[in-house]
């Protein structure tokens, strides 16, 4: 038992109940959440405040990166349904599924990350740099390369915490709530995502 | 504790409607043009499952979502200031090559 664990069963009965009904660590990921969404928002406010500036905005994508950045979504969308599986083994104290389920959301990262490693190396090897590149505007790869990392390390670090998470609960360390958690991380990453691929790629494709 | 009342089934209309907009998205970008409106209420859409299902939102209490929505929605929209500058720096082509 953890010492809030032992603070909260001390005090049980004479704490007053929570204002929100739900343990005070999911609140904490609910206002990391609400941050990071403020700082996903400005990054991408950024993003069209210089694109809408630019007078030769570069629209770079081949229908090729479109459909792989769809197959990205799939991914994405689909590991966030097997987090829920997760979450759904873990509340039935089913350690062993929640494991499995939470591994395989893991992957799911992993491999978006593969794809988008790959739609970056395309890029580079076209010429895109942070800030020159041979079709316009030099600051498209900036404002692609900042706005698709800063998502890429979400998923990254939400892969780390998974694995983390998932050997913990496995070996009896951590409680079904800690994969609730992170599971509400994970949707956050995919909810971010669902702007990134109009905003970054389909305003950005070919015509 | 959230009473998490959306069953598994509930789960998968979710998920395939999330996957049938990012489709209409691309198929939307690719014969009509790209439109920042359309691509962006689509997305919404998308947001608006995501937090309420797969996040459990709206299994939540009320006062949970009055503590984190309407905040956040005002950042948000506190940010739309920006686009008169933007609009300007147009004319002016600072970052043109």
Redesign the interface.
């Known amino acids: 038992m953890s010492q809030a664990d032992m603070t909260i069963a001390h005090g049980a009965g004479v704490m007053e109940e929570s204002p929100f009904a739900i343990p005070s660590s999911k609140l904490v990921m609910w206002l990391f959440i609400i941050s990071d969404a403020c700082t996903f928002g400005a990054v991408l406010f950024a993003y069209g405040y210089i694109r809408n500036s630019a007078a030769d905005w570069p629209l770079v994508f081949e229908s090729a990166s479109i459909w792989n950045s769809l197959l990205m979504t799939f991914i994405l969308v689909s590991s966030s349904l097997t987090v829920l599986f997760a979450v759904k083994a873990a509340k039935a104290d089913d350690r062993a599924g929640a494991f499995k389920w939470t591994m395989i959301t893991a992957a799911g990262g992993v491999l978006f990350a593969i794809l988008h490693i790959r739609e970056w190396m395309s890029l580079i090897g076209q010429g895109a740099r942070l800030f020159q590149n041979p079709w316009g505007s030099p600051m498209f790869g900036a404002a692609f390369f900042s706005v698709t990392g800063l998502h890429m390390a979400h998923v990254l670090g939400g892969v780390v915490a998974l694995v983390v998470v998932g050997l913990g609960y496995k070996a009896g360390r951590y409680a079904d709530r800690h994969i609730e958690i992170w599971a509400l991380y994970w949707h956050f990453v995919d909810l971010v995502w669902m702007f990134v691929v109009p905003l970054v790629y389909l305003l950005n494709m070919k015509r | 504790?959230?009473q998490?009342s959306g069953s598994?089934g509930s789960?998968?209309i979710v998920?395939g409607a999330?996957?049938a907009i990012?489709?209409v998205?691309?198929v939307v970008?690719?014969t009509m043009?790209?439109s920042?409106g359309r691509?962006?209420v689509?997305?919404l859409i998308?947001?608006y499952m995501?937090?309420m299902f797969?996040?459990h939102l709206r299994d939540?209490?009320p006062?949970?979502r009055l503590?984190?929505l309407p905040?956040?929605l005002f950042?948000?929209v506190m940010?739309?200031m920006?686009?008169a500058?933007?609009?300007r720096?147009?004319v002016m082509?600072?970052?043109?090559?």
Do not use: C, H
């Open positions: 504790m959230s998490q598994m789960m998968f998920y999330i996957l990012a489709v998205q691309v970008a690719m043009g790209p920042l691509m962006l689509l997305a998308q947001a995501a937090v797969f996040m939540e209490k006062n949970l503590a984190l905040g956040t950042v948000l940010l739309n920006i686009w500058d933007s609009f720096l147009i082509r600072p970052f043109a090559k």
